[in-house]
Each structure stands twice: as C-alpha cells, then as structure tokens.
C-alpha cells in the first residue's frame, strides 16, 4: 500500500441556523466587499440573506448556471473588478458554487460557501466548467472554499426530487472512491461512512421533507462524499455522466441518479469486496442492484429515455466514453459500454 494525500484546509460550520454566523465569518477572513453569488430561481432568498450581512455585503449576482458556462464567470468578474469585490458567498448548490469557484480561480479572492443542495462540491478542489460546448475539468486548491457553512433550514426549500437527486450525486463520490486507485484507509471510512449518511437521510426526506434532523444527516453525507471527491480520483461513473451531459445536455444530478447502479454493477463484477460497504449500508446482496432500488423506492429517474437521451445515441455515446483511455477497476470495452449505456437508457435494473 502507498498513498499521497492532502486533507482539506476548508473550516467547517454545521448548525441549524448556521448563516447566522456569517458576518463574523466574513470579518475573521478581512471581507468588508462580499458579492453574494446565487442563481436566477433562488435570487429572492439570497437576496433576503444578503441583507442580514450588513456593510460588508455589495449584494447579490444571480447569473449562475448549471455546467459554469465560462460567459457567466466573465459576466460575474466584471462586476468583481468594477466594485472592487474582496471575497465571494456562494449561496446555492453545485451551480452557484462552480461559479464562486470559476471566479476564485482566476482572482484568489476567498470563497465563503453555504450549500444549499447535497452535491457536495463546496468541499472539492475540482471546477467542472464549459465553453463552446465542451466541458473541461480542472483541479486547484485555490477553488477550495476558506469556509463552508453547513446550515441544513436552508435545505428546507429543497424539493424532495432534487434533494434525492443531488444526495445520489454525492454518493457516487463515495462509491468511486471506494475503488479508487489512490484511495487511503481515511477516504475508505469517510466514503463508507458517507454513503451510509445518505442512505439514511434521503428516504426520511422523501417522507418527511421539513425533517430537519433528516437534512441535517443529508448535509452530513454531503460533507463526506464531497471529502472523498476531493481525495480520490473518478473512474467510469463519472467519466460516464460527463461523456452523457456534454453530449446531450442531460441533467447533471438525474444523469448520476441513472448511471451510479449500472457503473457500480460493472465495477462490482472486479471489485466486489471494495464495495461490500455500500451493499451494507442499503442492506442489499448486490451493490448495483441495491442502488437501482434504492433510487426507484425514492422516486428518482431511472433511465436516459426519461432525461431526454435519444437512443440512436447509445453508440455515439460508447464511442466518446472509450475514446480516451482512463483507470477503471474493471476493463473498459468498447462494447460492454455501449450495453451498460442501453441498460440505462431503458431503465433496466443491473444484477
Ligand atoms: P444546481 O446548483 O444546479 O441547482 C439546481 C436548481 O435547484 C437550481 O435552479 C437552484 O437554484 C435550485 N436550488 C438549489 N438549492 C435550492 C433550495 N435549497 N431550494 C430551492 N431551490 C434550490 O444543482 P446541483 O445538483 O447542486 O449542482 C449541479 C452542478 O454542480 C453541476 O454543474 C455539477 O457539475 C456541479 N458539481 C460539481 C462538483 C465539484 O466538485 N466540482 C461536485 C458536484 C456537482
């Protein structure tokens, strides 16, 4: 066994009511020019929340995205230069945080997130970003936010489908992580430990969407899984999702939602003990298996057809996910791709 691993320096605030505690925040990082960053739908709210922050906020821009187009980055930073903006709060999920992130890499101004989803991105040192159509992946820790604050009343508002999807984004950072090349015995707990999170959160949420203890355990699987993206490197699954997004604009969380059974399913045909602790954590014989029903007791997408994929792009799709060569756990063919692809496409449950 041989690792290399850097631990995150983010500080992080769990608490109900939480933001609360962001003015002080604010002047413990020396931000007296914050911009509030949030998305076109949640603006009313980061709106009301950026009043709470007193002199020190400049107010809100709501032009985040899904997929941080590079446009709204460039949009955001103008207003950056001009008013001469000293730190960003990213109010919302993975898009507006992507964008805090896009803004922090090319400035290094400190980032303050508040999650308001499960995807767990705040916690990554990982920008996904688009231009002209094509999506680029990049790491730094300069897109590690200063501080993260877990406050789970702002998830109250979370529609129960999103909040089940964008938890089962999450757990795909943990279920790759588990198999992970460079995976370490601390992402292999924290991994474990997150799926087993979300496992027990989402269907109390599905039930019972203001359970605030319930959310409260989502964010908690948020921070782990997100801790183990930032750790491990991705295999198939999330090579998959990123070949599928970019090439049908399919819904980034949903897309997860349909393609993590059918990747671990693969996988688990290589690696079965590595995935032992995700059959557990669902009570399941198999991990894949378990997953799929998992995600249809919730109500969650569960094929491509019904995100919008069309199916004579089965083959297009194969040939783009094999056409760089990646690490996997199990052999990747070409073939067995384009089944695994047509699998999830028509909704079938893997072994
Ligand atoms: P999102 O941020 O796009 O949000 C989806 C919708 O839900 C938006 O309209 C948003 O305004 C709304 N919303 C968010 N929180 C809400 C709340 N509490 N109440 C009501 N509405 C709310 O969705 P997401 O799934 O969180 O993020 C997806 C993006 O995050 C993708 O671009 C993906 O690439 C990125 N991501 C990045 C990483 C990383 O580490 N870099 C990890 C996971 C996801």
Redesign the pocket.
């Known amino acids: 066994m041989s690792f290399d691993v850097t631990g995150s320096p983010a500080r992080i605030v769990f608490g109900r009511g939480a933001r609360g505690q962001t003015p002080d925040i604010l002047r413990d990082l020396g931000i007296t020019r914050a911009l509030v960053l949030?998305?076109e739908?949640?603006k009313e709210t980061a709106d009301a929340f950026a009043c709470t922050l007193g002199k020190s906020c400049l107010g809100v821009f709501a032009g985040?995205v899904?997929?941080?187009p590079v446009h709204a980055t460039e949009a955001a930073l103008e207003i950056v230069r001009e008013q001469r903006v000293d730190g960003l709060v990213a109010f919302?999920?993975?898009?507006?945080?992507?964008l805090s992130?896009a803004i922090a890499y090319r400035t290094d101004l400190p980032q303050v997130a508040l999650p308001?989803?499960y995807?767990?991105?705040e916690v990554?040192n990982?920008?996904?970003q688009t231009a002209d159509g094509a999506k680029t992946t990049l790491k730094s820790p300069r897109l590690i936010p200063e501080v993260v604050i877990y406050d789970a009343e702002?998830?109250l508002?979370?529609?129960v489908g999103?909040s089940v999807?964008?938890g089962i984004?999450a757990m795909a950072?943990a279920v790759e992580g588990l198999y992970a090349r460079d995976r370490n015995p601390v992402s292999a707990m924290i991994a474990a430990e997150g799926c087993r999170a979300m496992i027990e959160a989402l269907p109390r949420i599905a039930q019972a969407p203001a359970d605030i203890a319930a959310r409260e355990r989502a964010f908690v699987g948020s921070w782990l899984c997100?801790t183990v993206?930032g750790q491990a490197g991705m295999a198939l699954h999330h090579k998959l999702c990123h070949v599928l997004g970019g090439l049908y604009d399919l819904p980034?969380?949903e897309t997860h939602t349909v393609i993590l059974p059918h990747a671990t399913a693969f996988n688990a045909r290589a690696v079965p003990q590595l995935l032992v602790p995700v059959a557990e954590a669902l009570g399941a014989q198999m991990p894949g298996a378990g997953l799929w029903d998992f995600a249809q007791a919730l109500g969650a997408p569960h094929s491509l057809r019904d995100l919008g994929m069309p199916e004579d792009g089965i083959d297009r799709a194969a040939d783009a996910a094999v056409a760089q060569p990646y690490w996997n756990p199990a052999p990747i063919g070409r073939d067995a791709i384009a089944a695994l692809i047509r699998a999830a496409w028509a909704g079938q449950r893997p072994d």
């Open positions: 949030s998305t739908a949640q985040a899904m997929h941080t919302g999920g993975g898009s507006t945080i992507g992130k308001t989803t995807a767990g991105s990554t990982i920008l996904g702002l998830t508002s979370l529609p999103m999807t964008s984004n950072h997100g993206l980034h969380a």
